[in-house]
């Protein structure tokens, strides 16, 4: 399996990644994609909030962030 | 390349000038680093992919077609893991997810990983792989009955069980001609867990007809566990 590493961004560095990924932040801090329709997480097919936003390793993989959504999303893009 | 610390850096300082976020979509898709909403997540995380290279992931995922199951195990083994830790609340929040999401079925595949009992599972799919050549879609079969039978074969002792009621059960699962199944003691309840086996050993109640491991340990949060795997040399 590959080598991946994780960690966490405050709000500002997030905001940045997430807008050299072409997505967009609402006044609701809703993340919108590059439509501008509110981005939807694959795994729980739900709004995404800035807050609980995850963004995938080395992807323009973006959603909510839970043990299982974070299991799924290896499931199916990194142990493969 | 860059690393995960100049990375973050860099985000700090960009502003949004095009060039600058057109090269921080560069060295992201580039590198195999993720974020994750907070501090507690970002670690979940790391510890969810050590999971994944494990020996005993990898040859649950040898014997298993539905992808589901995978990610479930995953979790699964993650709260054994918190388990061992005390950590109530996560193991709490991963349990509702689950079940809302994939109902009791879900919930239980993962709750199966997470009593530790997954490596003789492992070690009965590879057994009846050999045996008798099962491909992965049997092997997948033979697990969801584990699932679906799990209450029937999973015994989990307490402590007001008399010694009696323990040898009561397991007989039960020997005249049942239970392929496999599992007895579960915690605290307290394992003593007389101990006895009940020790005297059906005696009386040769299992022998020749199961093969028997235990194992008598405690976890982090100092909880003294008791768990044994039966296997029957007719199946």
Not at chain 2, 77 to 96: A, C, F, P, V
Not at chain 2, 103 to 119: C, H, K, N, P, Y
Request: with cysteine; net charge neutral.
């Amino acid at each position: 399996m590959e080598d991946i590493s994780f960690d966490s961004l405050n709000d500002n560095q997030k905001r940045v990644l997430l807008k050299a990924l072409d997505y967009n932040i609402d006044e609701n801090e809703v993340i919108l994609d590059k439509t501008g329709k509110p981005h939807l997480c694959p795994y729980t097919k739900r709004k995404v909030l800035l807050k609980n936003a995850s963004i995938m390793p080395g992807s323009v993989i973006v959603m909510n962030t839970s043990s299982l959504t974070i299991s799924e999303y290896i499931t199916d893009y990194v142990d493969v | 390349m860059i690393n995960i610390i100049e990375f973050k850096k860099l985000l700090e300082t960009a502003g949004d000038a095009y060039d600058k976020l057109k090269e921080i979509k560069e060295l992201y898709l580039s590198n195999k680093y993720g974020f994750a909403n907070d501090t507690t997540e970002a670690e979940n995380a790391k510890e969810l992919y050590k999971i994944s290279n494990t020996a005993l992931f990898q040859s649950f995922k040898g014997c298993i077609a539905n992808p589901l199951y995978l990610s479930l195990v995953r979790d699964g083994l993650r709260i054994s893991y918190l388990n061992d830790e005390g950590r109530k609340k996560e193991i709490e929040k991963i349990n509702d997810e689950i079940k809302k999401k994939y109902d009791r079925f879900g919930l239980r595949v993962m709750q199966i990983a997470s009593t530790g009992e997954l490596e003789n599972i492992v070690r009965y799919l590879v057994d009846l792989k050999v045996r008798k050549d099962y491909n992965i879609l049997d092997l997948t079969k033979e697990f969801e009955k584990i699932v679906e039978n799990w209450l029937k074969v999973a015994s989990f002792i307490k402590t007001e069980h008399s010694k009696e009621y323990i040898e009561e059960e397991i007989t039960r699962h020997i005249e049942q001609k239970d392929e496999i199944f599992f007895i579960f003691a915690y605290g307290r309840a394992i003593q007389a867990t101990i006895e009940a086996i020790a005297e059906l050993n005696i009386q040769k109640k299992f022998s020749g007809k199961y093969l028997f491991s235990g194992e008598r340990s405690r976890n982090k949060a100092n909880i003294e566990y008791y768990k044994c795997f039966f296997e029957s040399t007719y199946s």
